[in-house]
């Protein structure tokens, strides 16, 4: 059974940085890509970053772009998310997530996605 579980959330002041972890077990995780996404009371999940199987290809939210970094460790078998210079917007529900499919491009979409963890809170105080 897949199961992907993330950490590292927890309550920053704005400008602050975390780094969230997902960790992931179940099948070959070096074959698949990995995403972030988010969510926020009220509001539907959104993408927030992206590698590929491989690890060389990154893409980010405009959202995040330049302060969010997304990273991989497959003999951890481990995906990670460095937010640095926290906004209050950033506050959300942020979740790991596995693609579906081996070896495919990375993908922004939450239906490619199949497999997710159960989230992680993030909350920036202003």
């Known amino acids: 059974q897949v199961q992907l579980v993330e950490s590292g959330g927890g309550l920053v002041q704005a400008g602050g940085s975390l780094r969230l972890s997902c960790a992931a077990s179940?099948?070959?995780?070096?074959?698949?890509?990995m995403g972030w996404f988010r969510q926020a009371p009220g509001k539907e999940r959104e993408f927030v970053a992206a590698i590929d199987w491989s690890g060389g290809s990154t893409m980010n939210a405009d959202s995040v772009k330049g302060r969010f970094t997304i990273s991989r460790d497959n003999a951890k078998n481990t995906v990670y998310l460095q937010m640095n210079s926290l906004k209050p917007e950033d506050t959300a529900v942020y979740y790991c997530a596995s693609q579906g499919m081996a070896f495919v491009a990375l993908t922004t979409t939450q239906s490619t996605y199949r497999y997710w963890g159960q989230g992680t809170q993030v909350t920036v105080s202003s």
């Open positions: 179940g099948r070959t995780f070096s074959s698949y890509g």
